[in-house]
């Protein structure tokens, strides 16, 4: 009998975990530019970027999908780019000062990832997207692993998918 509940309790585990664990590949990120024309805000983070040993998917808002061979990428880029909202708590500070004293030493950083890759015609395309500050990581290194290839890291100044 205890035999038994081990195995309940073991199923009970793994059919509980399996929607958390097809989760981890997909994350919102920001379509910024690329292959893709739509007309959604670059402000939208209701895209999706699926990344999986074989294919990278961008499912835009729109309903628009790119589908990437992850053997045909040819470059991966990451930049950071590092603004202060200055204007916006210089303003606040006629209202409130102490609390705009505060604001200006936050730092907004954006995680900019590039990917470079053939077309199934054999040419050069690309996408620009911008990963959230919480799962960049995550997308980085599953892009690695799924295409094999390093991450470039862009100079501080350089804005991503730009010739050095």
Request: aromatic share 6%; charged share 25%.
């Amino acid at each position: 009998m205890r035999v038994i509940r081990l195995l309940a309790s073991i199923l009970g585990c793994l059919v509980l975990a399996l929607p958390v664990a097809a989760q981890r590949d997909q994350f919102g990120v920001r379509y910024l530019g690329g292959s893709l024309e739509t007309k959604t805000s670059k402000e939208s983070w209701d895209h999706k970027l699926v990344i999986r040993a074989d294919v990278i998917r961008l499912e835009l808002k729109d309903g628009q999908i790119l589908d990437v061979d992850a053997r045909s990428v040819t470059s991966i880029s990451y930049g950071r780019e590092a603004t202060r909202h200055v204007a916006r708590w210089v303003t606040l500070g006629i209202l409130v000062s102490p609390l705009a004293a505060l604001g200006l030493f936050n730092e907004n950083v954006q995680h900019y990832v590039s990917i470079e890759y053939l077309s199934p015609d054999q040419k050069k395309s690309g996408v620009l997207i911008q990963a959230h500050k919480d799962n960049y990581r995550n997308v980085l290194a599953l892009l690695r692993g799924a295409t094999g290839k390093e991450i470039e890291i862009e100079k501080k100044d350089q804005k991503p998918g730009k010739p050095k």
